[in-house]
């Protein structure tokens, strides 16, 4: 978000950068620790919480705790203390959105990409609960999302488990905490939660359920007017079915969701990993015919790379979540007949050589090469490279090409910042590439190229769908009174 921070909230050895996420036990910032030079999430707690003795006590022994947990998709704390009457933790920074706003920009999602991220976050809540540990806010909103490397799916981390709880360490009477606000998020909230009942790790269960419900579905499976009509719908209502809202999943996936999302926890999975692999199967595409051997699961081969990934040596990249299929199921018929493809390939080798060949001597066999441009026999320029960079936020470089975007879309809301490059052109002057959205409605959104002026005026160069990838120069659509100058385009904007 592209915000400023709070000049109040200062934490000893961090520079705060900008606020990046709001909810109602605090704030979170990025910030910079200052003795590492690394970039971190900062989660600042409301001071009403640690001025609560208890509270801050048991916030500081679980902050300890969830430390300990080395798990690849459980977001690492690197500090958990007090300053100046403010609690905090330190976390790793992660480049990339919250499921909730993936969400909220694609509706549902594709059935085998929501089994990857459950089957991760699946996969650390159960490694959680063999500490004794229950989350209690398992949300959209508490699943990160890692930029991946180009074509493949992003690293999902786990996070918010400073507020987990401890279950054998005390009993509570009530869901409500200390200091009468309530732990959990009404549209994921296990029933046993809003009774006060004791929890377990199937508590988890139940809200990632929901999580399931909502991926798979586009909307969260209990919805009303107010909260109260969402927690007796928990309390008393059964599971509403997916198939009615998403008709292209197979009916088999709602008695999965439904047990997930039991009343009683007896009656639920017994762990996260047990819901997601008793769903893949129903997810994945049936053979239509012919005896093929069919293939892994796709919740198993996402919870075999992640079983590698626990035991990666420490500091390992974690990989993407799904790999190719070993050579060796290749059929072998299928690579005895490929002979015929590898001779069309070089017969097509063969005649693109050969008309480049005329096109650049200037034969005179073919009429059109004859007659075509004398630039065109000239060897291609090298593509014009440029080095950009990231404006901070708060300084004139960022917040002038949002100035110039706002002017020419006559749009007044604060922009929600998904991606800002800058770089100078050919004649000396900055660009700008912005992908963004409105604050407070999200439909308004796209892309936009920038180019600062002589007299240093910002004016929108172009502009491109928000769903486009936005890398190519066809991807833009020049904005009238302006030309649109594709050299160098590709080049700049590559890698982002």
Known sequence: MDGQPDPDIQIAGYRIEARVGRGGMGEVYRAVQLNLGRRVALKVLAPELAADDRFRRRFLRESRVAAG??????????????????????????????????????????????????????????????????????????ILLAHGPEGTPGHCYLCDFGLIKQVDSEQVASALTITDQFVGTIPYVAPEQIEGRPLDGRTDVYSLGCVLFQCLTGSVPFEGSNDVEVVFAHLGKPPP?????????????????????????????????ALVAALAPELEPKPRSGPARPAPAAATQVLHRIDEQATAPAGAV???????????????????????????????????????????????????????????????????????????????????????????????????????????????????????????????RGRWLVRQQDDG?????????????????????????????????ASCLAGT
């Open 241 to 273: 079915s997916l198939t009615d809202r998403s008709p292209g999943l197979p009916p088999s996936v709602d008695g999965v969701i439904a047990r997930a999302m039991a009343k009683s926890k007896e009656d639920r999975w017994p762990t996260c990993t």
């Open 318 to 444: 974690p990989g993407a979540v799904h790999s190719p299929p070993p050579a060796d199921r290749v059929p072998a018929r299928g690579r005895r007949g490929w002979w015929w493809l590898t001779l069309a390939v070089a017969m097509v080798l063969a005649v693109g050589a050969y008309l480049a060949t005329v096109k650049v001597v200037g034969g005179t066999g073919d009429p059109q090469v004859e007659a075509a441009p004398t630039t065109l026999r000239q060897s291609p320029p090298e593509p014009a490279t440029c080095r950009w960079n990231r404006p901070e936020v708060g300084t004139q470089a960022r917040s002038a090409p949002l100035d110039a975007i706002r002017s020419h879309m006559g749009w007044t809301d604060r922009f929600v910042i998904e991606e800002m490059r800058s770089w100078t052109g050919p004649d000396g002057n900055w660009r700008w590439y912005v992908k963004a959205h409105q604050e407070h409605d999200p439909s308004r």
């Open 457 to 489: 005026q910002r004016l929108v160069l172009a502009t491109a769908p928000f769903a486009t990838r936005g890398y190519a120069a066809h991807d833009w659509r020049p904005t009238p009174g302006q030309r649109l100058d594709p050299s160098g385009l």
């Open 69 to 142: 947990i080395d798990h690849p998709s459980i977001i690492p704390i690197y500090e958990a203390g007090e300053d100046g009457g403010r609690l905090y933790i330190a976390m790793r920074y992660v480049d990339g959105p919250d499921l909730a706003t993936v969400l909220r920009r694609e509706g549902r999602l594709d059935p085998s990409r929501a089994l990857a991220i459950a089957a991760q976050v699946a996969s650390a809540l159960d490694a959680a609960h063999e500490r004794g540990l229950v989350h209690r806010d398992v949300k959209p909103a508490n």
